[in-house]
């Protein structure tokens, strides 16, 4: 579920994802590249940031990949369809319905919402020298500096007005390409991005819920006979994701 428990959409695209060719790393910011940010004595954190709304399901797929991506025959009749681009149909036709959308399990889908979006700030002036990115040289918070995570935008830096000035540019370029935002938020001193929390005395470290996530999730896995490889596998990604800080 998502933080506003709606329900996320994830496809079944494992055969789909057969068709296609490996797809390319994604560097995106991680607890560790946040942890090297180095704050100027004196100086007030202050952070921006937005997130693009549904954001793999507002790009659309080209019309030549859509075939990749069908779902199970339906009855025309169940969909309540008669006339299909101006071809009547009869009550015995199947329908083969297929996305249109840049579907969430697609094995491309991160790479081309991190890439379209990291392309969108950077024509509206921001630099990638001033991104913050995994195992990349920490760029300066005086007086901004930003990351992108797929669908979130982050601001980060000691200028208040120069933070919230470039938070609003990219938004306003993403919003002109199409892509509706939404979940904008300033904050100062402390802040809470991706799944961290930084402090204002300059500690980053786990959302609580996340850290008590991962001690329950383990004690109660000793305290079983024996567990499934799914909830193994939950447990082994938020272990992942707490140690991405070192």
């Known amino acids: 579920a998502k933080k506003n428990k709606k329900v996320r959409l994830v496809i ?23 942890a090297e940010l180095k704050l100027p004595a ?38 309540g369809i008669s006339v299909l681009n101006g071809v009547p149909l009869g009550p015995g036709v199947r329908l083969h319905p297929r ?14 919402c991190q890439e379209v979006h990291r392309k969108i700030l950077i024509k509206a002036g921001m630099l990638d020298s001033h991104m913050v990115c995994d195992r990349e040289a920490p760029p300066s918070l005086d007086p901004w500096a930003y990351t992108v995570y797929v669908d979130n935008a982050i601001f980060f830096g000691t200028d208040k007005q120069e933070v919230r000035d470039k938070m609003e540019r990219a938004r306003a370029a993403v919003e ?30 786990p959302k609580p819920s996340r850290a008590w996530r991962v001690i329950l999730s383990i004690d109660w896995m000793l305290s079983q006979p024996k567990v499934t490889i799914s909830d193994l596998d939950k447990l082994i990604g938020y272990c992942t994701f707490i140690g991405l800080i070192s």
């Open 12 to 34: 079944d695209a494992r055969r789909s994802n057969c068709w296609f060719s490996k797809p390319k790393h994604v560097k995106l910011c991680t607890g560790a590249s946040l």
């Open 42 to 79: 004196g100086e007030v954190l202050h952070v921006s940031h937005f997130d693009i709304e549904n954001a793999f399901y507002t790009f659309q797929l080209p019309p030549s990949l859509r075939c990749f991506f069908g779902c199970p025959s339906v009855w025309a009749a169940d969909l």
């Open 99 to 112: 996305l249109r959308v840049l579907p969430m399990g697609f094995s491309h889908a991160l790479w081309v």
């Open 176 to 205: 002109a390409a199409g892509l509706p935002t939404h979940e904008v938020q300033h904050c100062e001193g402390s802040a809470e991005v991706l799944g961290w929390e930084i402090l204002s005395e300059g500690i980053v470290r």
